[in-house]
C-alpha cells in the first residue's frame, strides 16, 4: 500500500492554456475525492466519486473543470483555459466505504498549480 | 450551510508543553462529526482525531484529546507532551452526518513547536 499518488506535483502553465492532474487511490478505495486548497485557506470540497460515478459537484466546479474516473480507480482533473484564479494546489483523498458512516480519508500530497 | 473558523491563526509551544487550538462551528444539523486533520511541510492531510456530534464522551488518540462542547459549537484539540514532529498546519473540519466525506475546513492555525 503506497497510499494516494498524486501526478505531477508541481505544474506551472500559462494562462488560458490547458492542464490534466492525476490522482491514483489507495488500491481498493471505492470514493474518491478531489478538494482545492488556496493560500492561506483550508481546502474545499471540489467533487467526488463512487467507483466510477461522479456523485456530486461543488458550484465551485465551473464548466472549465472536468474530473473524470473512468474505471472506477485512478481519477483525472482537468482545467481548460487556465485563469491565474485557477492558482492553487489540488488534493485527491481516497477512502473505503462499506455501508457505514465510519469513512476514513487518505489524503495525497496535492499538485501545486501556479497560473502565470 | 455549514461554517468552521479557527481563530488562531499562529501559535507556538515549546517541546513538552501542552497547547490547546480552538475551533468554532456553525450547523443547523444535530447529527454530523468534527475532525482535526494535520498538514506537515509534505502537503498530505493527515487526520489527527475525529468526534461523533453524538458521543459525549470526548475523544482521545495518544496524545491528542479534544473538548466537544456541543451547546457551544466549539471543538478544540490539546496536544499533550508537544513533540517537534508536532509542528504542522492543523485544520478543523466539519462533516454533516448521513453525506459523502464533503468536509467543511477552517483556515487553520499554524503551530510551532521549540526547543
Known amino acids: 500500500d503506497t497510499g494516494v499518488s498524486q501526478d505531477p506535483r508541481h505544474k506551472i502553465t500559462k494562462r488560458g492554456q490547458n492542464v490534466t492532474f492525476r490522482c491514483d487511490p489507495i488500491s481498493e478505495h471505492n470514493r474518491l475525492y478531489w478538494y482545492r486548497q488556496t493560500l492561506g485557506q483550508g481546502p474545499e470540497f471540489l467533487t467526488y466519486f463512487q467507483n466510477e460515478a461522479q456523485l456530486e459537484k461543488s458550484r465551485l466546479l465551473s464548466d472549465r473543470f472536468s474530473a473524470e474516473r473512468p474505471k472506477g480507480s485512478f481519477s483525472t482533473l482537468e482545467i481548460q483555459r487556465t485563469e491565474q484564479g485557477d492558482s492553487a494546489m489540488y488534493l485527491c483523498?481516497?477512502?473505503?466505504?462499506?455501508?457505514?458512516?465510519?469513512?476514513?480519508?487518505?489524503f495525497g500530497s496535492g499538485t501545486q498549480l501556479s497560473v502565470l | 450551510a455549514q461554517t468552521v473558523t479557527q481563530s488562531q491563526p499562529e501559535m507556538s509551544v515549546q517541546e513538552a508543553e501542552t497547547v490547546t487550538l480552538s475551533c468554532t462551528y456553525d450547523t443547523s444539523e444535530n447529527n454530523y462529526y468534527l475532525f482535526w486533520y494535520k498538514q506537515p511541510p509534505s502537503r498530505q492531510m493527515i487526520l489527527v482525531i475525529r468526534q461523533e456530534a453524538y458521543k459525549q464522551q470526548n475523544a482521545t488518540e495518544n496524545r491528542f484529546s479534544v473538548n466537544f462542547q456541543k451547546a457551544a459549537k466549539s471543538f478544540s484539540l490539546k496536544i499533550s507532551d508537544s513533540q517537534l514532529g508536532d509542528t504542522a498546519m492543523y485544520f478543523c473540519a466539519f462533516r454533516g452526518a448521513g453525506t459523502a466525506s464533503k468536509l467543511t475546513f477552517g483556515t487553520g492555525t499554524r503551530l510551532q513547536v521549540t526547543l
Open positions: 483523498a481516497s477512502s473505503l466505504v462499506s455501508g457505514t458512516a465510519n469513512e476514513k480519508l487518505f
